[in-house]
């Protein structure tokens, strides 16, 4: 009995979507490392451990290897490499506040979600069939809809990191001037800026949903 309880947390540990997970980390770690000596090598690893995101939940679909402990990898993984590039964006850029602030919703309305899940009794914290927001199920109940919606917002950070200047400037006049001598970073721009608000205004649904089932789990307690 002893060795088979030591072989099957391993075993979960080794699950191909877990490796995937670590590889992310190491990419992040190397992108953050270099991110102000090689903006563009940067933005490759930091797009491609994105990229990675999607592959690890099609592993664990294909092999049957669902895990708690892949489900927040994955999501740990995503919030700090976000969140470290936002920061690094609230450095770059002024007012630094609106990324500070996209970072603390992006944090929060994730976290309460997670929470609320298990508080909820159910097994993902994507299962929202029985929320009263349209838009709500529509981002959980559709893939490629959420798919859309994280990469846009990945890609307009990413965008803003590669031109940012020397100097702090305002996030807005680096990028009207920038899309004013592309007419596909235009295009590019307002696509993403699409998804992007998108997903703030999920996250702001998210996060209020979330603190409400807190809140009755409280008052079901009482």
Partial sequence: MGNASTRKPLSVYLYIPNIIGYIRILMN??????????????SILYFISFVCDGLDGWFA???????????????VTDR????????ILSKLYRPSLIFVALLALDIASHWL???STFLSGKASH??????????????????????????????????LFLLSPSQTESSV???????KQHVL???????????WAIKQVVN????????????????KRR
């Fill in 185 to 195: 970073l235009s295009f590019l721009v307002a696509l993403s800026l699409f998804g």
């Fill in 113 to 115: 979600q997670m929470y």
């Fill in 126 to 159: 994507k299962d929202v069939k029985d929320s009263s927001n349209w838009l709500f199920r529509a981002y959980y109940g559709h893939r490629y809809f959420m798919a859309f919606c994280c990469v846009a917002c990945e890609v307009l950070y990413i965008i």
């Fill in 61 to 75: 679909r294909k092999f049957n290897q669902v895990s708690t402990f892949g489900a927040v990898l994955d999501m």
């Fill in 204 to 219: 702001v649904i998210q996060m209020k949903t979330a603190a409400d089932i807190c809140v009755l789990h409280d008052l």
């Fill in 173 to 179: 006049f680096v990028v009207l001037d920038a899309v």
């Fill in 29 to 42: 770690c190397v992108a953050f490392a270099i991110c102000f000596s090689n903006k563009k090598l940067f």
């Fill in 80 to 87: 700090v490499s976000t969140a470290c590039l936002l920061v």
